[in-house]
């Protein structure tokens, strides 16, 4: 892009937005002094609306937010307490925030898993209506279901209903053999 700067537009205009602006209009305002004091005041302005975005983009995330801390908390039913420092309040929205994310089936094989001291879990969906599967790469002995039932009701969606299956994974290899044959029927005759 082209500079259309004079040497009264560098002493009148030093917003970065009014500098864009000058740039963008026709070099005759570069020796105007009413038009580049306006495009002064207006690039001042819309510096000043720049940075207040982006302040207002920091507080749409828990860990960048600074001044809006207060609704965060009241949002997620935590008590406002002014007296821990920002960072101890920002990491406890953090960790509540993670907490009450949706869950997904990985991420549900994954706590099972992790209840069961690290057994393989599948989650299948839909397997029914409104019905989704859990099986366990385990026997049902070495499997305490009562606490994966409280853990996934807890978890679950309330719409959802699930079942719990066991599974045994077995590799073997197997070898397969064929036999293809052709054949045709001649008839042979004796000829003197």
């Avoid at 009241?74 to 406890?92: A, C, F, H, M, W």
């Avoid at 070495?142 to 077995?170: F, M, W």
């Amino acid at each position: 892009m082209m500079q259309r700067t004079t040497e009264l537009a560098e002493k009148i205009v030093r917003s970065p937005e009014g500098k864009k602006i000058l740039n963008q209009v026709s070099p005759i305002y570069g020796n105007g002094r009413i038009g580049l004091w306006l495009f002064q005041i207006i690039g001042t302005e819309l510096d000043e609306l720049t940075e207040w975005i982006k302040e207002i983009a920091l507080q749409a995330y828990p860990q960048t937010v600074t001044w809006s801390i207060d609704t965060w908390e009241r949002q997620y039913g935590i008590p406002v307490n002014n007296t821990k420092s920002l960072e101890d309040r920002r990491n406890l929205l953090v960790a509540t925030v993670r907490e009450r994310a949706p869950i997904t089936p990985y991420k549900l094989g994954q706590m099972i898993s992790a209840i069961c001291g690290g057994i393989a879990v599948r989650i299948e969906e839909n397997i029914a209506v409104n019905t989704f599967g859990i099986y366990l790469n385990a026997f049902p002995s070495h499997v305490n279901e009562s606490v994966i039932r409280k853990t996934v009701d807890l978890c679950k969606p309330a719409h959802l209903i699930y079942e719990i299956g066991y599974e045994q994974i077995s590799i073997s290899e197997n070898y397969w053999g064929g036999m293809s044959r052709i054949a045709k029927k001649f008839q042979i005759r004796q000829v003197n």
